[in-house]
């Protein structure tokens, strides 16, 4: 495997999912008359093992309703709605087909919510690869994701780029040697992600063909 190929995140990276999903469960809690602080909420981005539902059924000391859940869903759906691709997600993904780079993923999130999100956004046939966090593979920080989604593209690790937006997800990526952008969103802009190779405030700053020489040059 000599080519360079691109590994992105998706949630928070590709679809900026967090901050609909985070504030739907926050909005539920305060319903409940509890708190879903932020910063336990940071810690598990990017990773996972922490079930929301459970925690407030042990705040509340009860079962809860499974009609909250279908409410919490709609409102995380509505929230949803609001959002596109990050910015410069899509000019990444022109240029990368422009190039011949194949691009994959590797996430933490299940198949089934990766697949219809890029369905949704018309974005499946963008990816040669997609790596989640099935019952077999592990979420990050393990590397596992995108070592695989590496041999599914046939790409050098040392030569590809990932984009993340989380330090489980940085510390995945760099863990499987390829080149790591961070581009946080505001959960994320106050975590630590300085084991990334690069720090961008978003992908519009940053040009694919510098990173991919940049991954290049180093290996």
Same mark, same amino acid.
């Given at each position: 495997?000599?080519?360079?190929?691109?590994?992105?995140?998706?949630?928070?990276?590709?679809?900026?999912?967090?901050?609909?999903?985070?504030?739907?469960?926050?909005?539920?809690?305060v319903e409940?008359?509890? /708190?879903?602080?932020?910063?336990?909420?940071?810690?598990?981005?990017?990773?996972?093992?922490?079930?929301?539902?459970?925690?407030?059924?042990?705040?509340?000391? /009860?079962?809860?309703?499974?009609?909250?859940?279908?409410?919490?869903?709609?409102?995380?759906? /509505?929230?949803?709605?609001?959002?596109?691709?990050?910015?410069?997600?899509?000019?990444?993904?022109?240029?990368?087909?422009?190039?011949?780079?194949?691009?994959?993923?590797?996430?933490?999130?299940?198949?089934?919510?990766?697949?219809?999100?890029?369905?949704?956004?018309?974005?499946?046939?963008?990816?040669?690869?997609?790596v989640c966090?099935?019952?077999?593979?592990?979420?990050?920080?393990?590397?596992?994701?995108?070592?695989?989604?590496?041999e599914g593209?046939?790409?050098?690790?040392?030569?590809?780029?990932?984009?993340?937006?989380?330090?489980?997800?940085?510390?995945?990526?760099?863990?499987?040697?390829?080149?790591?952008?961070?581009?946080?969103?505001?959960?994320?802009?106050?975590?630590?992600?300085?084991?990334?190779?690069?720090?961008?405030?978003?992908?519009?700053?940053?040009?694919?063909?510098?990173?991919?020489?940049?991954?290049?040059?180093?290996?």
């Amino acid at each position: 495997m000599t080519g360079a190929g691109l590994v992105l995140d998706f949630d928070g990276t590709i679809l900026d999912t967090e901050e609909p999903v985070y504030r739907s469960w926050a909005e539920l809690f305060v319903e409940c008359g509890h /708190e879903l602080a932020l910063g336990d909420w940071q810690a598990i981005i990017g990773t996972n093992g922490f079930d929301p539902w459970s925690e407030l059924e042990r705040r509340c000391g /009860e079962p809860l309703d499974p009609g909250l859940q279908e409410w919490r869903r709609a409102r995380r759906d /509505e929230l949803q709605a609001d959002h596109g691709p990050r910015p410069g997600v899509l000019t990444w993904l022109a240029v990368a087909r422009r190039l011949g780079v194949p691009v994959g993923i590797a996430s933490s999130s299940p198949p089934d919510w990766v697949n219809s999100h890029l369905e949704s956004l018309g974005l499946r046939d963008d990816f040669t690869c997609i790596v989640c966090c099935d019952g077999v593979v592990p979420a990050k920080p393990d590397s596992t994701s995108y070592r695989l989604a590496c041999e599914g593209l046939s790409v050098d690790p040392r030569r590809s780029v990932a984009v993340e937006d989380s330090p489980h997800g940085v510390a995945a990526a760099v863990g499987a040697g390829l080149f790591t952008v961070a581009v946080p969103h505001p959960l994320t802009a106050d975590l630590d992600l300085s084991a990334a190779d690069l720090l961008a405030a978003s992908l519009e700053e940053v040009s694919l063909v510098e990173v991919m020489e940049r991954a290049a040059a180093r290996a």
